[in-house]
Every structure is written in structure tokens, then in C-alpha cells.
């Protein structure tokens, strides 16, 4: 028993500092080049994404972290129905804001609501360099990438109808037209680089 402990801590420690991949389907399970701390899925092709955590409002997560909330922060607002990220900007004065990322696509009919189940206030993933022990990394959130000079790859699809039952709050990059995708629970929302 104690062998097994001993191999299954050296497994973990070792992943701590590791790269992930999620979803890979090609042998080589690494991911696309050294910037990048989380890749999700292959290169292309795929008809899956990333479910945004849900929460009630943007202004609930700001008040229960006010000094520490991260800037790049995405979440899925369940009041508004709304996939939000937070960003600063500067005109007409300098602030924080919530960017709504859905903005265009009508609202769902029927509203998408969290379950009822208490969340744990401690749930929390680090992946990066602070990965080895969470407790010292102080930002907020469900899954943190700690380091400052690496990347999150998001699930690739081909079209965002590639997807046959998205959720509300699911983000995607769209690799025939180059977008960053977002589903409210009723319609997709479409970002490029401008």
C-alpha cells in the first residue's frame, strides 16, 4: 500500500508542473508548442467546447472579490444570460468591466438556471508554475492558469453547427472563419480580431 501512495504522489507532483491536454484524440497528447499551459481537443474538427462556469451575476463575483477578481475572468451570467469577461478599459475614465461577449444574439426564451447545489468556496484548479501548492495562489476561480507567459488553447470546431447540443455558456474557436464563438443558450455570438 505504501508503494502505491508513494507512485501515485511522484505521478501528481509531476503533473503539477506539467502542460495538459484535454481531449486529444492523436497520439502525441502534448500540447501544440511550450506557451501553452491547457490545450482542448485537436487541431480542428472537433464538436465540442468549454462550458463557462455559471454564476448569478457578474456584480455577485465582484463583490465577493473585490481586489482580487482577475482581469480575462470569463463567466456565464444565468441573470442575464450573457457569456461576460472582464476587462479594463480607458475611455471616458479608467475601469473594470464586465464585456459582454454575447451581445447580438436574442435572449433564451426560457432562462438557463444553475442547480441549487452549494458550491465549495475552495474548489479551485491551479495549472502552471503555482500549480504545486493552490494554496498560495490567491486569484479566485474554478480553474486558474497561474502562469503569465503561457496560453489556453479553446476547443476547435469547424462551424459552430458542428456542435449538436450546446450548453449555455459554451465558448469555441470556429477555425474556418477564425472567430471566437459563444452560446447563450439560445443563439451563437461571433468575435474576431480587430
Same mark, same amino acid.
Given at each position: ?9 511522484? #505521478?501528481?507532483? %509531476?503533473?503539477?508542473?506539467? =502542460? ?6 492523436? @497520439? ?19 464538436? &465540442?467546447?468549454?462550458? /463557462? @462556469? ?7 463575483? *465582484? ?5 482580487? #477578481?482577475? /482581469? %480575462? ?7 442575464? =444570460?450573457?457569456? &461576460? ?15 459582454? /461577449? ?6 433564451? *426564451?426560457?432562462?438557463? /438556471?444553475?442547480?441549487?447545489? =452549494?458550491?465549495?468556496?475552495?474548489? &479551485?484548479? *491551479?495549472? %502552471?508554475?503555482?500549480?504545486?501548492? @493552490? ?8 480553474? *486558474?492558469?497561474?502562469?503569465?507567459? &503561457? ?12 456542435? @449538436?447540443?450546446?450548453?449555455? %455558456? ?8 477564425? =472567430? #471566437? ?14
Amino acid at each position: 500500500m505504501k508503494k502505491y501512495i508513494i507512485v501515485s504522489l511522484s #505521478l501528481i507532483s %509531476g503533473l503539477a508542473f506539467a =502542460q495538459i491536454t484535454i481531449g486529444k484524440t492523436v @497520439p502525441n497528447a502534448n500540447p501544440a508548442n511550450t506557451s501553452v499551459s491547457v490545450e482542448f481537443g485537436n487541431a480542428t474538427g472537433g464538436n &465540442k467546447g468549454i462550458v /463557462l @462556469p455559471w454564476v448569478s451575476s457578474g456584480a455577485d463575483v *465582484v463583490s465577493a472579490n473585490p481586489t482580487t #477578481l482577475a /482581469l %480575462g475572468t470569463f463567466i456565464f451570467d444565468s441573470t442575464e =444570460q450573457k457569456v &461576460k469577461y472582464r476587462r479594463t478599459v480607458t475611455v471616458p475614465t479608467t475601469a473594470t468591466v464586465w464585456e459582454d /461577449l454575447s451581445a447580438g444574439a436574442y435572449r433564451p *426564451v426560457t432562462a438557463s /438556471l444553475p442547480d441549487a447545489n =452549494q458550491e465549495s468556496a475552495a474548489a &479551485k484548479a *491551479v495549472i %502552471g508554475s503555482l500549480a504545486s501548492n @493552490p494554496a498560495t495562489n490567491t486569484t479566485p476561480g474554478i480553474v *486558474v492558469l497561474s502562469d503569465d507567459t &503561457k496560453a489556453m488553447i479553446l476547443p476547435r470546431v469547424n462551424s459552430h453547427n458542428d456542435i @449538436p447540443s450546446p450548453s449555455a %455558456g459554451m465558448m469555441v474557436y470556429v477555425t474556418s472563419t477564425n =472567430q #471566437l464563438a459563444v452560446f447563450n443558450g439560445r443563439e451563437w455570438a461571433f468575435w474576431t480580431k480587430p
